[in-house]
């Protein structure tokens, strides 16, 4: 085609990759061409800013624009209304690159991984029909609640970056099959996720994590769990500490548990406020409540019949037995222990 020799195209397809093309470049391409084109490739130049001359191709479905120095991307691209891929791999972009309108684009796939992005820009939470967002290797700190707005969301890859947690709010994205936190700093895993019931995948390798909620045995479809890296079953048992409850603790717990009638009448407001804050002991066994004084209790559950995870919860005391075990007749750490069926997690990886 003119002025690109050795440019590979076809009727739709447009590969302009690998031609040392500046910010200027597209402007040679025939109008006919531009029409044609709903696939355009834009890899491996030299182009620091997204041209305007993008919105010339008016039947643009899918961008890639990778491994290019770009550092912004032009306002006219909310233009490209038939828009549904954009490919940003390996660029210099952060949240300051965007339009302000990027989010009015009807974007279901956006690749915004190798770029320097430390905040999820806002623009990106505004794409409602997002099916896939991908920002890995950024710089990235946190994920903001309103993640929860991209219902439609089915793979979240934000591997690479420094979060270090996971806002319960990810729980709310209904459509989640696939979801990618490797290589961060998270330490603990929200018991809300339990609620991602199209879940399939969960990469969660090389982070902090020391233990697991026990609600991640009720993910009912997912397929793989991704857990190396992690210090998980490092001496849990050995540095579990337990602190003695304070005297204020032992009276309200006698209070609570001997269902003591008590009011602003016959106690100063900051302790009826205490014991309010009661948490019941969750040993179905035990009547128990506690306040600040509790255990962390880890159990190992028999995944796939062959590794021991520990998952995490709260009792009241040392003495209290683990409610966790789907069989009642199991102990703890029973090697008998089966709470996940082996057909249904196919793939758990440690080492």
Same mark, same amino acid.
Request: charged share 20%; hydrophobic share 35%.
């Given at each position: 085609?003119?002025?690109?020799?050795?440019?590979?195209?076809?009727?739709?397809?447009?590969?302009?990759?690998?031609?040392?093309?500046?910010?200027?470049?597209?402007?040679?391409?025939?109008?006919?061409?531009?029409?044609?084109?709903?696939?355009?490739?834009?890899?491996?130049?030299?182009?620091?800013?997204?041209?305007?001359?993008?919105?010339?191709?008016?039947?643009?479905?899918?961008?890639?624009?990778?491994?290019?120095?770009?550092?912004?991307?032009?306002?006219?691209?909310?233009?490209?209304?038939?828009?549904?891929?954009?490919?940003?791999?390996?660029?210099?972009?952060?949240?300051?690159?965007?339009?302000?309108?990027?989010?009015?684009?009807?974007?279901?796939?956006?690749?915004?991984?190798?770029?320097?992005?430390?905040?999820?820009?806002?623009?990106?939470?505004? =794409?409602?029909? !997002?099916? @896939? +967002? $991908? #920002?890995?290797? %950024?710089? *990235?700190?946190?994920?903001?609640? /309103?993640?929860?707005? &991209?219902?439609?969301?089915?793979?979240?890859?934000?591997?690479?970056?420094?979060?270090?947690?996971?806002?319960?709010?990810?729980?709310?994205?209904?459509?989640?099959?696939?979801?990618?936190?490797?290589?961060?700093?998270?330490?603990?895993?929200?018991?809300?996720?339990?609620? =991602?019931?199209? !879940?399939? @995948? +969960? $990469? #969660?390798?090389? %982070?902090? *994590?020391?233990?697991?909620?026990? /609600?991640?045995?009720? &993910?009912?479809?997912?397929?793989?769990?991704?857990?190396?890296?992690?210090?998980?079953?490092?001496?849990?048992?050995?540095?579990?500490?337990?602190?003695?409850?304070?005297?204020?603790?032992?009276?309200?717990?006698?209070?609570?548990?001997?269902?003591?009638?008590?009011?602003?009448?016959?106690?100063?407001?900051? +302790?009826?406020?205490?014991?309010?804050?009661?948490?019941?002991?969750?040993?179905?066994?035990?009547?128990?409540?506690?306040?600040?004084?509790?255990?962390?209790?880890?159990?190992?559950?028999?995944?796939?019949?062959?590794?021991?995870?520990?998952?995490?919860?709260?009792?009241?005391?040392?003495?209290?037995?683990?409610?966790?075990?789907?069989?009642?007749?199991?102990?703890?750490?029973?090697?008998?222990?089966?709470?996940?069926?082996?057909?249904?997690?196919?793939?758990?990886?440690?080492?």
């Amino acid at each position: 085609m003119e002025g690109f020799e050795g440019a590979s195209s076809s009727e739709s397809v447009l590969d302009l990759s690998r031609l040392n093309l500046n910010n200027n470049s597209l402007d040679t391409v025939s109008e006919k061409r531009r029409k044609d084109t709903k696939q355009l490739y834009l890899c491996y130049n030299r182009m620091t800013v997204l041209p305007e001359s993008i919105t010339l191709f008016s039947n643009l479905e899918f961008l890639d624009i990778s491994n290019n120095t770009l550092s912004v991307i032009c306002e006219d691209i909310i233009r490209l209304t038939k828009l549904k891929a954009l490919i940003a791999k390996n660029n210099r972009l952060n949240e300051f690159s965007l339009p302000k309108h990027f989010g009015s684009l009807q974007l279901e796939v956006l690749n915004f991984s190798g770029n320097r992005f430390e905040e999820m820009p806002s623009q990106c939470l505004q =794409l409602l029909r !997002l099916q @896939s +967002l $991908s #920002l890995g290797g %950024n710089r *990235l700190k946190s994920i903001p609640a /309103e993640i929860e707005s &991209l219902t439609s969301l089915e793979l979240l890859y934000l591997g690479g970056n420094q979060i270090s947690s996971i806002p319960a709010e990810l729980a709310n994205l209904p459509c989640l099959s696939y979801l990618v936190l490797c290589d961060n700093r998270i330490q603990s895993v929200p018991p809300q996720l339990y609620r =991602l019931h199209s !879940l399939r @995948s +969960l $990469s #969660l390798h090389n %982070n902090l *994590l020391t233990y697991l909620p026990r /609600e991640i045995l009720s &993910l009912v479809h997912l397929q793989e769990l991704s857990l190396r890296g992690n210090p998980l079953v490092v001496r849990f048992v050995k540095d579990m500490t337990y602190d003695p409850p304070s005297l204020l603790e032992l009276a309200g717990r006698t209070v609570k548990s001997k269902n003591l009638p008590y009011s602003h009448k016959d106690l100063p407001s900051h +302790l009826v406020n205490y014991l309010d804050m009661a948490s019941k002991c969750p040993n179905p066994k035990c009547a128990g409540v506690y306040f600040d004084s509790c255990v962390r209790h880890i159990k190992f559950v028999d995944f796939c019949g062959k590794y021991r995870l520990p998952l995490m919860h709260y009792l009241c005391s040392p003495e209290c037995t683990s409610p966790c075990s789907s069989n009642p007749q199991s102990d703890a750490d029973s090697d008998d222990d089966n709470s996940v069926p082996a057909d249904r997690l196919q793939r758990v990886l440690l080492g």
